[in-house]
């Protein structure tokens, strides 16, 4: 398997508190999920993988580069998508201006971000508001266009906190078609607490609770942890409960 | 290439381009009253044109200011900080895309004072460097807004930014000037809107636009440096960004070292400096017997004051002594007057000043009754020659107060109630009575040397 996310004993705190804790996950391409409970570290988790944050000890290793490296990690960057939990936007932009910015940032080749745009903005289902202003549109829209801001530059790694809230049912079957056409091409690491996207499109996951990562497997692994008594409405619900209930 | 993609969207979407109306009233608003006069000189209009910094200047930082937190405000900072973009880049982009609008309105706005000019103003060219530093004083003002903005990220920012860079502007630029804080007053040329002086005789001085311009382009070199280091973690970077600050900063004091050198013809100076060479130029005349002579610059006067003058001459026709010609005299700072271009052969040539703020025949009007009745036009005239000069005046159409009591704004129009009667006397003679006396007393009465008891 090509390893295009290596962490090694990664730790980070905030303060006093150890929001990860020796963490050591290896993934390959494919749709990666990322569960656990709020408070977990997910978030902090993908923010290190993002390279928005910097891990206090451990090693990271991103698309076979350091980013402690400062050309490693602007080339990282540039085969980088990333949605954070919290979407900011220009309220004035339109939605094509705003994915083409990104575009430009992420510092694609010219000729390239144009069809680029409107084949991102197409595959979020909002080229008939392309030329909407952001301060227009519903929720639902605003976290698509985060999507494709995340997807216009085709990332060898994609990271995605939290994609589906907001997204109404259909624009999230939509979504997860999405997710494993992109994840057919390279690494996305979904991190949710909605355990249904989970089981429709990963082909890995890991559970973390409290900053460490407490399993790692398929899930269909994760659903073979459930047993009747426990917790839950599916078994891949009843298989995350009883992992947590084990290791707490 | 994606460099000039990005300016386009920063560009389309900066609040600069929502400012850039209020910029061009502004200055409408600044110029309009001048635009407005009888005579359109090429130096004011010049300053005029510059003048619309003192709004546009602190639009440009508040804008800065605001384009600057923006990241902040809509919770973007995040997202971009995944991007392999170079911040110092994309602040210089933002930065140039909001002084774009706040430039092009100032720069509109001067095209339009100066095209107006052009079209009515009739001797001269415009000078322009007043306009030239404005424009970089506005770049200046919008990156220190848009430092501001990134070292005090709040809603609040801006429109602070924006009152105190009026404010120090104003305070610079004036309150130095009066000497208040006992600081040089070559300071105050620091300001984009000093007050400096402009006429048709010495055109724009004193010329601080080399000083202004190095000083404006350092400080803005100087402020995109300390923008760039903002983001700079690392030694080797440090190392670089001291040298990027080095460079603007010894620019901007050359400019301050030029500046130094104004206090020989110093800003608050408002006495004719000898270093302020004249401008040549050939008057043009107009009228008979007596020539009234004008500055070409202002040629517009001649249809207006040419008639009254001829109405005060024309008595004096052939009177031995009297005046032959009128002629403008070189307008020079605190109202002094410079020498005549033209003959200058007094007793018979009138020094006459011209505003331009009044009717354009006011000053010239007084000076040529003064002229016409003593030698020494600008001594007290005894009650004869005040007599004799209330009666021209009146010959020329403009109302004499009788009151006996100096008013600030009408100032030589005053006569006494004595001076009004003898001049109502004189009136009431037969013009051939009138002509014979003036040529026999008209030396006499220049000199000073009759009593009222002496007029008919």
Redesign the interface.
């Known amino acids: 398997m090509t390893v295009l996310v290596q962490l090694t004993d990664i730790t980070r705190r905030f303060g006093l508190t150890e929001a990860l804790k020796e963490v050591s996950l290896m993934v390959g391409p494919g749709v990666f999920g990322l569960l656990g409970p709020n408070g977990a570290g997910k978030t902090t988790l993908l923010r290190v993988l993002a390279t928005v944050l910097e891990p206090d000890e451990g090693r990271l290793r991103l698309l076979g580069r350091d980013p402690a490296d400062r050309e490693a990690r602007r080339e990282i960057r540039r085969r980088l998508g990333y949605l954070p939990q919290s979407l900011g936007f220009y309220p004035d932009f339109t939605v094509f201006e705003f994915v083409e910015y990104f575009a430009l940032l992420k510092e694609m080749a010219p000729e390239q971000v144009r069809p680029a745009v409107v084949r991102a903005i197409e595959r979020v289902g909002l080229d008939d508001r392309a030329r909407a202003q952001l301060k227009t549109l519903s929720g639902g829209m605003l976290r698509r266009v985060g999507i494709a801001q995340a997807i216009v530059n085709d990332p060898a790694l994609l990271l995605l906190d939290e994609p589906t809230a907001g997204l109404d049912p259909e624009q999230r079957v939509q979504f997860r078609a999405l997710l494993r056409e992109i994840g057919a091409q390279g690494t996305v690491i979904v991190s949710t607490h909605l355990v249904e996207d989970v089981a429709a499109v990963c082909s890995d996951v890991a559970l973390i609770d409290r900053g460490r990562i407490v399993f790692r497997g398929t899930p269909a692994e994760l659903v073979a942890h459930g047993a009747d008594e426990a917790v839950g409405d599916t078994p891949l619900e009843k298989g995350y409960t009883a992992v947590l209930a084990g290791v707490r | 290439?994606?460099g000039l993609?990005?300016f386009r969207?920063e560009a389309?979407?900066s609040v600069a381009l929502w400012l850039a109306p209020l910029v061009i009233g502004a200055a409408w608003l600044l110029a309009r009253n001048d635009l407005a006069l009888g005579v359109i000189l090429w130096p004011h209009n010049s300053v005029l044109a510059r003048d619309s910094v003192f709004f546009a200047g602190p639009l440009a930082a508040g804008a800065g200011a605001w384009m600057a937190g923006?990241?902040r405000r809509?919770?973007?900072?995040?997202?971009?900080?995944?991007?392999?973009?170079v911040r110092p880049v994309?602040d210089a982009l933002i930065w140039l895309a909001t002084g774009l609008w706040i430039v092009a309105a100032y720069l509109l706005a001067g095209v339009i004072i100066l095209g107006f000019t052009a079209l009515r103003a009739s001797w001269g060219e415009p000078v322009l460097w007043p306009l030239a530093t404005g424009f970089l004083a506005l770049l200046t003002c919008a990156a220190l807004g848009y430092l501001l903005g990134r070292t005090f990220s709040s809603r609040f920012t801006a429109p602070l930014v924006a009152v105190g860079v009026f404010l120090v502007q104003i305070g610079v630029g004036h309150i130095l000037l009066s000497n208040w804080l006992g600081m040089p007053g070559w300071l105050a040329a620091l300001s984009p809107i000093v007050p400096v002086h402009s006429s048709v005789w010495y055109g724009v001085r004193p010329n601080i636009g080399p000083g202004q311009s190095l000083f404006f382009l350092g400080l803005t070199g100087l402020i995109l440096a300390l923008l760039a280091a903002h983001d700079v973690r690392?030694a080797r970077g440090r190392v670089a960004g001291a040298g990027a600050i080095l460079l603007p900063a010894a620019v901007m004091l050359a400019g301050v070292g030029l500046l130094r050198d104004v206090p020989a013809v110093s800003l608050s100076e408002t006495s004719w400096s000898p270093r302020w060479s004249m401008i040549p130029y050939e008057p043009v005349c107009d009228g008979e017997p007596v020539a009234v002579c004008v500055h070409p610059a202002y040629r517009a006067v001649l249809p207006d004051l040419v008639p009254a003058v001829e109405s005060m001459t024309e008595p004096l026709a052939g009177a031995s002594g009297a005046p032959r010609r009128v002629e403008q005299a070189p307008e020079m700072p605190l109202n002094l007057t410079g020498p005549l271009a033209g003959e200058s052969s007094a007793p018979q040539v009138i020094p006459i000043r011209i505003s331009t703020y009044t009717w354009a025949g006011f000053n010239a009007t007084y000076d040529v009754a003064a002229g016409l009745v003593s030698e020494q036009p600008d001594s007290r005239l005894n009650d004869a020659q005040a007599a004799i000069k209330a009666w021209l005046l009146r010959r020329a159409g403009v109302e004499i107060d009788c009151s006996g009591r100096a008013q600030v704004l009408v100032g030589r129009s005053v006569f006494t109630a004595e001076q009004c009667a003898a001049a109502a006397r004189f009136a009431e003679l037969d013009g051939e009575v009138q002509r014979r006396w003036f040529e026999t007393q008209l030396p006499a009465l220049r000199k000073g040397q009759l009593g009222p008891e002496l007029l008919p």
């Not at chain 2, 809509?74 to 973009?85: C, I």
Request: glycine share 8%; proline share 4%.
């Open positions: 290439m994606n993609r990005l969207i389309r979407r923006r990241d809509h919770g973007m900072g995040e997202l971009l900080f995944t991007t392999p973009h994309r690392d």
